[in-house]
C-alpha cells in the first residue's frame, strides 16, 4: 500500500466522517419538521456525494449502504414517499450503522449492515407498491385492450392452422396473461416477505446490529482536521513576523558578546518556521494525476496518440505555488499535444513511435522545485519563431542579428505569440504562453526551453519550495540596503571599470566567456525621471567612475537572459518574509516588496523580471534613437 | 529630549480626541465644534481633520524607493506597519529653501491611516489641535488655481483671530497623488 493511497484513505475518512455528522444533523432537523424539503435536498446530495466517494475508493459496504439511503430520500425528494415519525427509527440506525461502517476502516471490526438496509429497502418498496397500486387501474385497462388485441393477434397468426387449435391457443394465451400479471407482484411480494423475515431474523440475532448502534452513538473525532488556507497564510504571516523581531533582537544584542544566549531561541524559532511550512507542502502529485484527463481530451481533439508520464510525483511544494502555476501547467501541456506532438502518420515517417509521450517530471533543487514538461514530438522551429516575432512587431529587422537562438525562443512567451496559423480550440489563441510566464514572474519562478528539431522539447520551470521566505542577497546602493533575491542571482564577481566597455547606449562585459548587459542600479532607478531624456542614461554611472575602481556585480538571469547588476556594496545573504507594497506604492514596478531588517529598517526587494524588461526596453529605445 | 517632545505631541493628541468625545457627548449644545489637526507647511497653515490621524511620530528612517514621484520621499516602518512618506510641501509646490525636510530627526511624522491607505505626511513643527465651530469655516472656497492642478483636496479655510488656516482632505490628496503617480508611470 503507498503512503499515497494511504493519505487518500485518510481524506475519504476526514469527508466521510463530516458527511456523517451533517446527515447526523440534519435528520434530527427533519424529525423536527417533515415538510423541509431544503433538508431532505440536502441529504440527498450529501448521501450522494458520500456514496460516490466511497464506490471511488473501493469501500462497496458504505457505499451501497449510502445507496440505499441516497435513494429513500429520492423518492422523498420526488414526492413518492411521504416521511412520518416511525420511519426515523430506521433512519437514525441506519445512519448510525452507516457511522460504524466509516469508523470499521479504522479499525478493520465487522459491522453488519444487510438488515438495516433491507428495511430501508423495504420502505422503499413499500412506497412503490403504493404507487403501483393507485397506478393499477390504469394498467388494467391497458391489459383489457391488450387482451383482446392477442386474442385478435394469436388467431392471425395461425391461420392455416386448425380451428381447433385456434381456440385453444387464444384460451391459452388468456390465462397466461393472468399469471402473468400475478406474477409481477407475487415474486415481489414474497421478495418483500423474504427479506422482512430476514431483517427479523438478523433482529432476532442482532447481537452485531446492537454493537454497530453503540459505536454509531460515541462522538468521534477524525484524526485529520482541515484548515482553511487562509488560516494557514496568516500563521505564516506571523511566524515571519517573529522571525524578524527575532532577527531584530540577536542584531541588537550581538554586541554584547553572548550570542549564545539566543541559541535555543533561534533554533526553536526555526523550527516553528519550517514545521509551518511544512503543513502547507503537499505533493505535487496531486495536481499531476489530474492531467491525464487533460492529455486524453487534447489528444482526441487533435486526433494524436499521446500518453503522459509522470516522474517525481511525491516532491512537494507549496500548496499555493502548486494553485498558481496549475492553470499554466494546464496550457504547456496542451501545448506539448497540440504543437509538439506530431499526427501519428507524420510520426510513422520520421521512424517514431505511432504514439507520442509527454513527461511531466518534478524534481527537487537546492533552493525549490524544477518541473520539467518534455514531449518526443518535432520541436520549435527558431526560424518560425523568427518570422513570426517580425511579423507581430516583437523585434526589428535591425534587431534580429543582434538576438542568439535562446533569446529568440523565448519570445513565445511574450504577449501576443502565437506560431501556428491557424487559430485551434486547444491551445494558439495567442493568449496563454505569456500567462504562464507571468505566474512564473509572480512566485518568483524561472522559465528555461530546451529544444531539438525533430527529438522534441522540454520546458523547465523553477519554482520556489515555498512563498513566505525568500532567500536573498543584501547589497548597498547609494548608502541603502536593498535584497535581491537568490532564485534569480547568478554570480557574484568583481570587475574593473577597464572590463567593461560602452556599447551602442549601454555597457557590456564579459562573464565566464559570455557576453553579458551592464547596468549600474542607480541609473535604473533614476531611468524614469530622465525617459526621454539622454538616450545613453544608463551609461551615466560608468561616466563617472574612476578608472581603477573595482565595481561590484550582482549577475542575475531571468528566463535566460543575464544582466549584471552594479551595486555599491555586498552584505550578506539572508532570508527575508517579503511585505507587498501598498497604496499609494503598488504602481511601483522595480520592486516586488519590501522587509524589514534587523535595524528596523525597510528594505526592498528588487522585482528581478520587471528590472530585466525594463533594461531589455532600454536597450531597444536606444537602438532605435540611433 | 525628542522623546520627551514625543511624548508631549502624543499627550496633545490624546487630549484633543478626549475633549472632542466630550463634544460628542454635548453635542446637543456645541453640534457645531471641530477638533483640527494644525500644522505649518510653507508659510502657511494647514489644517485636517483629527479623526483622519491615527498618530504623530518621530520621523523614522526612510527609505528611497524608485519609480515615485519626488514629493514620496519613500517608505518607513512604523510599529511595524510600511508606510509611504509624504512631503506635502513638494506636492503643493510650496517648498521653502530653508527647510530642509531629508534632516529626519527633526521632523515629525502625521499618520495617516484608514481602511486601505497607510501615508505619513512630513510636518517641521509639532502640529496644534485647533477647535474651531463649524461656522468659522469658510466651505465655499473660490481659490484661483492653475487648471491643471485639481484643487478639491482644499474643503475649507478657516478664520480666527487674525489667523488663516487652509482646511483638507488628506485621502483626497493621496488619491489624487495616486492618479499623478500611475500617469507618469505610463508616460
Known sequence: MSSKEEEYKEIFLAEAQENFEDVNRLLTDLEKNLEDKNIVNALFRITHTLKGNAAGMGFLDISSLAHVIED???????????????????????????????????????????????????IINRAKEEEASAAKPAEEEENKVEAPAAKKKAPAKSKAKSAKKKTTSAKKEEPKKEVENEELTAPQLEEINKLISQDEEEEDTGVSETEATETGNKITFSDLVQVPVKKLDNLLNLVGELIIERDRIIAAHSQNGNSNEYARLNRISSDLQYSVMDVRLVQVGFLFNKFHRVVRDAAAVEAKNVNLELKGTNTEIDRNILQIISDSLIHLIRNCVSHGIESPEERKKNKKSEAGTVTLAARNDSDGVIIDITDDGKGIDVERVREKALAKGLVTKEMLPMINEQDMLMLIFEAGFSTREEVTSLSGRGVGMDVVKKALDSIGGNITLHTEKGKGTTISLKLPSSMAVKGTLLFESENQQYAIPLSYTEAVVSLYKSSIHKVSGGLIATHLGKTISIVFLKDLFTFYKHAGGSHNHLQTGFNDLHPEQQLHVVIVTYNGRTVGLVVDKLLQQKEIVEKPLMKPLDQIKLISGVTILGNGHVCPVLNIAAIMSTIFNANLSNQKAI | MADIQEKKLKDKVLEAKKLKEENLKNSNQKLDLMQLIAFKQGEEEYAMNIDQIKEVVITPNITKMPQTPEYIKGVANIRGNIIAIMDLEEKFGIKTKEGNTDAAGKNFTLVIESEDLKVGILVKEVPNTLAVSES???????????????QNYITGIVKIDDRLVILIDVFKVVNEVDISTTNKIAV
Do not use: Q
Open chain 1, 72 to 122: 429513500l430520500f429520492g423518492e422523498v425528494r420526488e414526492g413518492k414517499l411521504k416521511l412520518t415519525k416511525d420511519m426515523f427509527t430506521s433512519l437514525f440506525r441506519a445512519v448510525d450503522t452507516l457511522g460504524a461502517l466509516i469508523n470499521s476502516l479504522k479499525d478493520g471490526s465487522k459491522v453488519s449492515f444487510r438488515g438495516i438496509k433491507t428495511k430501508l429497502e423495504v
Open chain 2, 136 to 150: 468659522d469655516i469658510d466651505e465655499a472656497v473660490n481659490v484661483i488655481h492653475s487648471s491643471n492642478v485639481d
